[in-house]
């Protein structure tokens, strides 16, 4: 039944009754739509119906069944053999039913039916977000993945069926319902032999650089030594570990700048990104010391274990050999989400000798700080070791200095001696002047043993 001239009764219903788009043979864009994969298919559906709805889809499937019409549903047309172009059925074309919308978390993404894995992976890309997918762009997701979904990143995260989470189907009966655990298996697998398929909730993850901490660390030292530096442009490189799975290490920098020229500050900065593969610094905008503060904060444990687990260890600059000594170790995983290891830089004013303070590490060095602390007290015998570990191989570079930062470091490390140099008597005269009993003796730097 049905002809150029006369449509099909069911095509006729749906377009007078239920206002659905639907094209017939005789329809302008009738062979622009029914464009797929394979060219030479001979099959003639008796419509192309184009939904925007879950309540379109059940409105069709219902009419179809009362019509004793079969459907086809189509989104990508890469079936290898033209089978979602069937004869005399009604082509139920989905790529109207095409949102996407990622979880607040961003864990997870809704995605309509008709989405091509092309828009998906655009769309996920720009928020730095990805998910397996395959080979071709304008192959549709849902039948990429429902079949089992091979591709990229599968060795990673799994085929396309496990990264179905759920899925909203209509039925046989032209029901709209949520795929319960039975009917999500059947789906993860033997596709659309169910219901169309409307929706599917599936898992996405971070959309990573996979670099080599170790020479990525080493790359930015090198280049970062030999870089004309501007007073008012501060660095601070620091690595904390990869939240969701502590399975390696990420390294940023603290980037400041201090002056009102903000091109030259760009500048400086590109300078800066320019020292690592790909940095990233759009997280680098105008601020205020309140909202620095409060960002700190925020990231930050205000409470952690590890008394012994904290310590620093200070070098003119990180050249060749504690650089390779820090790579090494951040190579290996962290223990403890509240790891963290940092440079603080000193250089500029602050390195220059100043008669009228002890303060006895007045040169241009870095101060490493080796934050093993930890919220799980369960760590802290192994964060506390690998703390102790990566001192004790920094010092071993005989790069060290003697001087080292008295209240970031355990006290037996800190040698007062040489911590003060030319002040160390000044500084014990004063000791002696003021606390002769040693009532404040419980003071780091401990002047008194
Ligand atoms: C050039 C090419 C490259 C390919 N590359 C890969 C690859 O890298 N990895 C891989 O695993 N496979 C690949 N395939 C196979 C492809 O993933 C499957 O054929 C897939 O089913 C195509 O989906 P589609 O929407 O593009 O095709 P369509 O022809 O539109 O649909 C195919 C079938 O999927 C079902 N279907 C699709 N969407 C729905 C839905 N929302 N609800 C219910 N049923 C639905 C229907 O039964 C339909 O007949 C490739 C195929 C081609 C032709």
């Known amino acids: 039944m049905g002809s150029v001239s006369e449509p099909h009764p069911l095509v006729a219903e749906l377009v007078k009754r239920h206002s659905i788009t639907v094209l017939t043979l005789s329809s302008p864009e009738w062979d622009e739509r029914l464009a797929a994969y394979i060219i030479d298919n001979p099959a003639k ?35 290898v053999a033209g089978r979602s172009i069937a004869d005399n059925c009604l082509v139920v074309d989905l790529r109207e039913i095409n949102t996407i ?29 990805v998910t397996p997918f395959g080979y071709f762009p304008t192959i549709g997701y849902a039948g990429w993945a429902m079949m089992g979904g091979y591709g990229w990143l599968a060795s990673r ?65 090198s280049g970062y030594n030999k870089m004309e530096k501007s007073p008012y442009g501060g660095c601070g490189p620091f690595w904390f570990p990869k939240q969701d799975d502590m399975s390696q290490w990420m390294f940023a920098v603290n980037f400041n700048w201090s002056s009102p020229d903000l091109d030259a500050g760009r500048k400086y900065l590109q300078q800066v990104a320019a020292l690592g593969d790909g940095a990233d610094t759009t997280l680098v905008k105008e601020t205020t010391p309140t909202e620095l503060i409060n960002l700190i904060i925020a ?64 040169l241009p060095h870095g101060v490493i700080e080796i934050v093993g602390v930890c919220i799980n007290p369960d760590h802290i015998v192994a964060s506390t070791q690998r703390t102790q570990e990566l001192r004790q191989g920094l010092k071993e570079t005989g790069d060290a200095l003697d001087v080292t930062y008295a209240s970031l470091s355990q006290t037996r490390d800190t040698d007062v001696g040489k911590l003060f140099g030319d002040n160390y008597q000044f500084v014990m005269d004063l000791k002696n002047k003021y606390d002769p009993t040693g009532l404040f003796d419980n003071t780091e730097p401990r002047l008194r043993p």
Request: charged share 25%; with cysteine.
């Open 101 to 129: 919308e990622v979880s607040e978390h961003r864990g997870t993404a809704t995605i309509g039916g008709g989405v091509l894995i092309g828009d998906l992976i655009e769309k996920l890309t720009p928020l730095k977000l």
């Open 299 to 362: 990231w930050s444990p205000q409470r952690v274990h590890g008394i012994k687990a904290g310590n620093a260890i200070s070098f003119q600059s990180i050249t060749e050999r504690p650089a390779k000594v820090l790579g090494d170790w951040l190579s290996k995983r962290p223990v403890d989400t509240a790891n963290v290891l940092l440079v603080h830089e000193m250089r500029g004013q602050s390195a220059e000798p100043h008669p009228d303070s002890c303060f006895g590490a007045r």
């Open 45 to 79: 559906p008796v419509g192309i119906a184009r939904p925007k709805s879950a309540e379109e889809v059940s409105t069709i499937v219902k009419a179809a069944r009362s019509h004793g019409v079969k459907i086809s549903v189509r989104v990508g047309g890469h079936d």
């Open 157 to 221: 995260f799994g085929l396309g069926v496990d990264q179905i989470l759920r899925a909203r189907v209509v039925t046989s009966n032209g029901d709209i319902v949520e795929a319960d655990a039975e009917l999500l298996k059947g789906i993860r697998g033997a596709g659309g032999n169910f219901g169309v398929i409307v929706e599917l909730g599936i898992k996405i993850y971070p959309l990573e650089k996979t670099s080599d901490i170790k020479a990525t660390l080493e790359k930015y030292f």
